[in-house]
């Protein structure tokens, strides 16, 4: 090619590329944890990202241009997460996402609190997709932090309500949870919901996070309980090994889970998980047509049906899509306070029903379901002829609970 050729193209090329002056992209960070043995639920949090930022892009961005997906791995810890936020700054990302870990969640939000304190004009705000501590939307909400997952007490209402409907739930219960704020809120809302739930708690046990290889001697004592049912909020290896050593003891209590969705645990589990319950954001067979078409849409781009945490991550994100295309450029540029405020008022329909932001405290307002493990259920996962059958969808306002007094929501000035 001669030489004035290439000048040609590359000048067109420049001409065409180049932002408009002043203008700068919209930076999506992801800080999540992408390696190592609780790799599995960050990548699925990165799989639900890439799918809803693929199609702002397809829809044409943001201002004219399209949204930038930066990853960044905490390597599953607090201390990483610190130092990758600090790394998302430097890079000028406006808008964190995260899910993994309330103890993580916990260390962004603060950080991203003093960050914004220090650093007018550069301000982030920090898409919570799954750390679902109460005190991050109680005694540590604030202003640039907004949840689009449950928590604890919308959690465990909602499941107590389905497996009493179903008529599963047993006079005994014996809590299980992981010994941090996520596991001793939901402990307490196990304890909090006897009175609705028409049951005993006999014994309840907090232990280490994912540092337990062997839950033999749990499960011991909880056959030893006399126990109907189990309620855990265990997530990732924690409920992994919790149902292997189930499977391996024969239990026969039943159990009430948060995350028995997750990849491997009815491989894990096998038979005995039949008649164990879940309290998840999407079950497609529940939602009919629209549930249906997002479950092709999904397993077309992504290669397999939305599981686990990745329905409440799109419909999450979906939220922070409407509430960008309603937050005009200021110079060219996002500016975050806007994008924080039109997210207060963020409404997206989704195949479980209306999901909306709640402005007084930053929780995400949105309809639960609660399903069984069954032969019988329609789509069945981890490649066993078992699936999830829903008992009961319960709408957003009949899953929420009050907003904590604890949360003083500050506003920008």
Known sequence: MHPLERSAIAAALACCCALPAGA???????????SGPQASSGQAYRTAVRYVVDEINAAGGWNGEPVQLLEYDNQGGPAGAADKLRAAAADGVQIVVQGASSAIGGQITEDIRKHNLRNP???????NMGAEALELTGTKCNFYHFRFAG??????????????KADALGDKVYAINQNYSWGQDMQQAIIDNQDNGGYQVVEKTLHDVNRI????????????SGADTVITGNWSNDLLLLMKASRSAGLKARFGTVY???????A???DTAVGHFVVHTFNAQAGGPDAQAFVKDYQAKTGHMPVFIEPQTVFGMKMVADALKRTPAKDGKLDVDDLALALET???PTPMGQMSMRASDHQAQLPMVVSTVSPDARNKVDGTGLGFTPVLLI?????????QPSCQMKRPS
């Open 268 to 270: 894990n589990a096998g």
């Open 213 to 224: 290889q062997d839950f033999a001697p749990y499960v011991a004592k909880i056959t030893a």
């Open 346 to 348: 963020a409404r997206i």
């Open 151 to 164: 928590n604890a007490q919308v959690r465990t209402k909602a499941l107590v309500a389905g497996m009493k």
């Open 121 to 127: 004009g550069k301000e982030m705000v920090y898409i």
């Open 24 to 34: 700068a992209p919209v930076k999506i960070g992801l800080v999540e944890t992408l």
């Open 395 to 403: 709408d957003a306002d009949a899953a929420s609970t009050p907003a």
């Open 260 to 266: 028995l969705d997750q990849p491997g645990n009815l």
